[in-house]
Every structure is written in C-alpha cells, then in structure tokens.
C-alpha cells in the first residue's frame, strides 16, 4: 500500500508559477513511476505528467510541454509539478498517481494509488 498526499495547490493569477508536491508513504516510494493528473469540473480526468522510478525519463501532455518540469526526490517519498505561466485553463483538482510501471503512463488506469487531489485555481 502507498498512500498519497498532495500539497501546494491555490488561487494564483494568469501567467503566475506554482509548484504541487506529493508526499507518499507506506511502500518503497522508489519502486512506482509517478504520474500526475487533473480534473477540471464536468470534464474527464486527464493527463499533465509523469516520470520513471529513477527520474531517468519523464513524459508530458502537450499542452504542458514547455510549461511543467516534474521531478522527483526518492530521499524524500516526494514527487514534485512545477507549473509556469498558468492560465486559467489550467484550473482543476490537481492529483499524483502512483504506478508500479512506466508503461502508457497516459492512460489513468495505469496507476494503483491516488491521492486525494489539490485544488488549483487560475483567474484571468
């Protein structure tokens, strides 16, 4: 079992910077590729990001290519989404996913363990 908190989530301005963390516990954190995913109100949950057990390789939705970094730090059971030049259609519950391989990272029901989600708000 891994369990999974998130943190960092707000209300910021368009073009502002936020940085989401999620802290695990239980089960060896290095074990799982980590993902992170959101869900915005009366849409599908979707994709933003994810990286390999090692940190070795990372993957992004395209409308975050060039906007988010995810990084990890295993010492630290924490996963990290550094978010830049935010708009409000970044507004969703934001949500890390743990999964125990870095396979169709994309697809949500490749991860085992959710955490509770982190709201964050954009506005114009």
């Known amino acids: 079992q891994v369990q999974l908190a998130e943190s960092g989530g707000g209300l910021v301005q368009a073009g502002d910077s936020l940085r989401l963390s999620c802290k695990a516990s239980?089960?060896?954190?290095?074990?799982?590729?980590m993902g992170w995913f959101r869900q915005a109100p009366g849409k599908e949950r979707e994709f933003v990001a994810a990286?390999?057990?090692?940190?070795?390789?990372?993957s992004y939705a395209d409308s975050m290519k060039g906007r988010a970094t995810i990084s990890r730090d295993n010492a630290k059971n924490t996963v990290y989404l550094q978010m830049n030049t935010l708009n409000p259609e970044d507004t969703a519950v934001y949500y890390c996913?743990?999964?125990?391989?870095?396979?169709?990272?994309?697809?949500?029901?490749?991860?085992?363990?959710w955490g509770q989600g982190t709201q964050v708000t954009v506005s114009s």
């Open positions: 990286v390999t057990k090692t940190a070795l390789s990372s």
């Open positions: 239980g089960r060896a954190f290095s074990t799982y590729a």
């Open positions: 996913a743990a999964a125990e391989q870095y396979y169709n990272v994309k697809n949500y029901r490749q991860y085992k363990y």
